[in-house]
């Protein structure tokens, strides 16, 4: 070639320097960076999915740390607790030492009221003061707000969660299928068909009586009126757990046998041990009803078709729907815990016994702690519990005479302390409210402790595994892989040398031209 003006081999050699150029800056660039794609023309699909594997990463990293967080607060909260059930045992042991009368003094009674009500400060003021991080964790600011519930039909309820998902409000309805029963015992009052007066034992009688809480023999005189035989059966109820009355309002109408308490863990048995051999001379002849028939004021029970002999009878739970969905009966209480809602209710005894009556309504209005354990915010990667207030005027509610009584009515002065007239004579309510307030503090325990074991512990460590693959996925889309980069780079250095030696070489060609002018 002898042309002069244009000098293609040494244009061609610029192309060729200006390519390795740039592919030895991509390669410097990627070695700096630890990078493969730094830009996105360096792989823009790469970089769209790189880019989302960084959002689902740092989301997941945040719900790890929510995670741990949520554990610190509930072991925080779990020792305020222990504390508790510290106090309460001691309580119980006050009052179990209080109760041996025969060998204790009103001033060491007195003592032991002293350190109950101490006591029962001191739970008061952890759960008052228990926090973490400013948030309040066992006075109630924890748990759920209820509006509409009325006590003629619920005594008491606990929401342990609740799902706001789409709406500010949760509307509960409670309609009792079947009622809650007791076990019942009737004995007829009717004896003139043994030619003698109505309501009185014919002969002298022994019987056992056995319920709930125990067993004890009675023995009634001849004649003696039902009236008499109620009042020595309710004399024993503590100690049995059986009470009885007259079904109308005379001896004559008959005796019914009843469980102090109603559910299928209440029973009543009575039996009579001394049958005589004249099958004429005994009217201690008792029944039940079988199915579900309720009781029938007066004497018309005895023309029941569902009337049969027997000497034992069991009590039955309440069954009912809440928002359609069947809940667990246990005597009064009913019980429910889905995805999206868990609570417990105590129905007033009279809803509970009469399926008839309108569903009871109330609305759930807010309240409640929203756990955030996902990396999205929906309601699948959300877990909602309520934690109750643990302060004495909460805790153990125990239905007492058709009212609630709580921790609180055991200091001084109350219904339940040791100087009152129940406390001095009869210490099983005082228990009741004792082993309730301890249930209720062992069963939240409990709750939060499945809680952090079963959804804070796994989710973490399912967080922590897709973690772990998604920073490796996105490092083998990203990052770069430094055997390669610096092969590459060697390369592209080789290859910028050789294009400036090229170059140089095309340059000089043009001016060997010059020869030919001699």
């Known amino acids: 070639m002898t042309r002069i003006n244009t000098n293609i081999s040494s244009l061609i050699s610029q ?29 823009p699909a790469g970089l769209i999915i790189s880019e989302r594997l960084s959002t689902d990463i740092s989301s ?16 925080t909260t779990e020792g305020s607790l ?46 008052n003061t228990a926090s973490f991080g400013g948030l309040k964790l066992l006075d109630g600011s924890l748990d759920y707000i209820t509006s509409g519930i009325s006590s003629a039909e619920i005594s008491s309820a606990s929401i342990t969660s609740a799902s706001f998902v789409s709406t500010s409000s949760i509307n509960i309805d409670v309609d009792v299928l079947s009622s809650a029963q007791k076990g019942n015992l009737y004995l007829s009052g009717d004896n003139s068909g043994a030619g ?45 757990g059986v009470e009885a009355s007259l079904i109308g309002a005379a001896d004559s109408s008959g005796i019914v046998f009843s469980s102090s308490g109603y559910g299928s863990d209440s029973f009543v048995s009575v039996e009579r041990l001394d049958k005589p051999a004249n099958a004429a001379d005994d009217n201690f002849s008792l029944s039940r009803l079988d199915g579900n ?55 007033n005894e009279t809803f509970a016994l009469d399926p008839t009556l309108t569903a009871a309504s109330f609305d759930i209005t807010g309240g409640g702690s929203l756990f955030q354990l996902g990396p999205d915010i929906t309601a699948l990667q959300q877990s909602n519990i309520g934690i109750q207030s643990t302060s ?13 009584q709580f921790l609180s009515s055991l200091s001084k002065g109350q219904a339940n302390s040791l100087d009152s007239a129940a406390g001095r004579s009869n210490f099983s ?81 043009s001016q060997q031209v010059l020869q030919l002018l001699g």
Do not use: C, H
């Open 15 to 43: 192309q060729r320097l200006n390519r390795s150029g740039l592919d030895l800056q991509t390669r410097l660039e990627r070695l700096s960076t630890g990078l493969r794609i730094n830009r996105g023309r360096d792989d």
């Open 60 to 75: 997941i990293s945040q719900a790890i740390k929510n995670g741990e967080r949520a554990s610190s607060v509930i072991a």
């Open 82 to 127: 222990t504390e508790i059930t510290d106090l309460l045992n001691s309580i119980k042991a006050l009052a179990v030492e209080a109760a041996n009368t025969g060998a204790l003094s009103d001033e060491e009674r007195a003592a032991n009221q002293l350190q109950i009500d101490s006591a029962i400060q001191s739970i008061t003021r952890i759960s």
């Open 196 to 240: 003698a007066g109505d309501g009185r034992i014919l002969s002298a009688t022994t019987i056992q009586i056995r319920g709930p809480e125990g067993v004890r023999e009675l023995v009634f005189l001849e004649s003696t009126t039902y009236t008499a035989m109620v009042t020595a059966i309710n004399n024993l109820t503590a100690v049995t």
């Open 293 to 347: 028939a309720a009781i029938v004021s007066g004497g018309a029970i005895w023309g029941s078709p569902d009337l049969v002999s027997a000497t034992r009878d069991v009590g039955a739970d309440v069954s009912a729907l809440i928002n359609g969905t069947l809940a667990s009966g246990n005597g009064l209480t009913i019980s429910v815990n889905s995805p999206t809602l868990g609570m417990e209710l105590l129905l």
């Open 392 to 404: 004495a005027e909460s805790l153990g509610g125990t239905l007492v005479n058709g009212g609630l």
């Open 429 to 509: 309510t005082l228990q009741d409210i004792v082993d309730k307030s301890i249930d209720d503090v062992s069963i939240l325990r409990g709750r939060l402790g499945a809680f952090e074991r079963n959804v804070l512990d796994t989710n973490r460590r399912s967080l922590q595994s897709a973690f772990e693959n998604l920073t490796a996925s996105r490092s083998v889309i990203r990052d770069a892989d430094f055997a390669t980069e610096t092969s590459a780079l060697t390369r592209a250095q080789i290859l910028q040398s050789a294009g400036i030696s090229v170059l140089s070489l095309a340059n000089q060609q």
